[in-house]
């Protein structure tokens, strides 16, 4: 089992420094400069100000933005290992404190869609595989369909036009209280909860159909015994395939989520940062997301072992 961890976090290294180095590549070869962007200029040339292009150029040295893309990544690179991730051009401040701010924000609104999702998928995704071709199967297949189809921010701008603005229920946006939590969380999981239910309903098909429930059954073993204690535990096992990609989902979807409702996480954040072409800001949370996906899909791996005794890792 140890082996199999230290391989499998070694084999996630490259995949790491694969994803920083495509999106610094990205961010060097945007157009925009940087300093002008902090200092207040236009993209095509200064607005007028006191500043002059030799103190526009120091700035630019005293950032180290004046140097090649290799030696600006691997000087940045270097600097993680050590534990800096430098400082941001924008708030002109250390960035871990920065985006250490924003992680309980997202991390709390990430497990609040994953709750919503699994509460919603899990009781239909079942049903409708019990029930198959009657109406809740249909309705399962509908629903599922639809959630997968729906563009999360435009859930997010009805949800806030019906109940923030004209029934005045829930606050509009940030992070005020636990009914702050309500419309955002349910944005982000909705959509997760469509293709989890797809999965759920597939994977119960597949197992109602093998030879073990067949058995069960003919023993004269009771309904509810042969779902919960043979084909809940069998059908779950596909699912876990799924459960680290939709966390990289989740992550992707926050961002656009967070923007909508204007919520201090590390979303709206990198939607700043990027704007502004904050460089350390982005790759810092570009890296924290590439690790924690990487980490779920270990874990995740880790689990099958739990789940099925059949899998053993050596």
């Known amino acids: 089992m140890l082996h199999y961890v230290v391989r499998k976090v070694f084999a996630s290294v490259p995949i790491v420094l694969g994803v920083t180095l495509i999106v610094f590549a990205i961010l060097y070869l945007t157009p925009g400069d940087p300093i002008r962007i902090m200092l207040g200029f236009g993209g095509g040339g200064y607005s007028g100000g006191t500043t002059s292009s030799a103190d526009v150029e120091a700035l630019r040295a005293k950032w ?20 800096d991730m430098g400082i941001s051009i924008r708030f002109r401040c250390p960035v871990w404190p920065l985006v250490r701010a924003r992680l309980f924000p997202t991390i709390s609104l990430s497990l609040v869609g994953y709750l919503i999702a699994f509460v919603i998928a899990f009781p239909i995704g079942i049903l409708s595989a019990l029930k198959r071709n009657s109406l809740l199967d249909y309705f399962g297949t509908g629903f599922s369909l639809f959630g997968m189809s729906m563009p999360s921010f ?22 005020e209280s636990w009914k702050s939590y309500i419309m955002p969380g349910f ?39 042969v ?17 680290g990609f939709y966390l990289a989902y989740i992550f992707s979807g926050s961002i656009l989520i967070e923007t ?33 996906v990487v980490i ?16 053993r890792y050596e």
Not at 64 to 83: A, R, S, T
Not at 227 to 243: C, D, G
Not at 267 to 287: C, E, H, K, N, S
């Open 187 to 225: 944005t982000l999981g909705f959509g997760l909860a469509g293709g989890l239910t797809r999965m759920v309903r597939s994977s119960m098909l597949e197992v109602l159909r093998q030879d073990y429930i067949t058995t069960a059954r003919a023993k004269g073993l009771v309904e509810h015994l």
């Open 64 to 83: 180290g933005l004046d140097q090649p893309f290799h030696v600006q990544y691997l000087k940045w690179l270097n600097n993680m290992f050590h534990g």
């Open 227 to 243: 779902i919960i204690k043979h084909a809940l535990r069998n059908a779950f096992i596909p699912v876990l395939t799924i459960l």
């Open 296 to 311: 779920a899909n270990l874990v995740t791996d880790l689990l099958y072992g739990a789940v099925d005794p059949r899998i």
């Open 154 to 175: 435009w859930l997010g701008l009805m949800l806030i036009l019906l109940i923030s603005v004209r029934l005045r229920l829930l606050p509009t946006s940030g992070l």
């Open 260 to 292: 909508v409702f204007a919520w201090p996480g590390m979303g709206r954040l990198l939607v700043q940062a990027l704007t502004t072409r904050d460089y350390p800001v982005v790759q810092a949370i570009v890296l924290l997301g590439a690790g924690t």
